[in-house]
């Protein structure tokens, strides 16, 4: 078993063995959600939050938007595109999503002058990545292509509602 930060390394690395240990490891569900937190404060710094209100106000839009993003994947996942062997629950999917989310500590380097914003940009497709594989592993999906459609459309659709809403307002 691999300790803590061996599995967020493991996770960042895109290593399969590390999604389906943490992914079987009820007790990695605690450390999953402290990645998450921790990766979410970075990205609210990293994308230029210079005072603790938009800091906080930018955490909490990271950790629900990641939220929503897990749950419609769980459901897309599962309900309307599963693959022949796929099972899995909700604490598979967010240890697995959680473990993806240790790449993004590196946002927080988003605040660096000139290089912030393209490191910024490339963590963030690196965890985009990573959460593929973590849906691929905890879908049990033989297709990486399969977890990607099925991340795809879990990340979209929150957007195209959220525009859908804002649009008549603006």
Known sequence: MQSFIGRMIGAAGLRVETYEEVEADVSATGPAIGVVIV?????????????????????????????????????????????????????????????????????????LPLIGRPIFIIVTIWMLLTFVIAIR?????????????????GWLIPWIVLFGLVRPVI
Not at 100 to 107: C, T
């Open 39 to 111: 990766s979410s404060m970075a990205g609210a710094i990293g994308i230029g939050a210079s005072n603790p209100r938009s800091i906080a106000g930018w955490f909490v839009a990271v950790i629900v938007s990641w939220m929503v993003w897990v749950l419609l994947t769980l459901f897309i996942g599962t309900r309307l595109l599963p693959g022949s062997a796929t099972q899995a629950d909700f604490g598979q999917i967010l240890r697995t999503t959680g473990f993806s989310a240790s790449v993004g500590i590196l946002r927080v380097l988003g605040v």
């Open 137 to 153: 592993q905890a879908l049990d999906f033989t297709s990486t292509a399969r977890a990607f459609v099925v991340c795809l459309l």
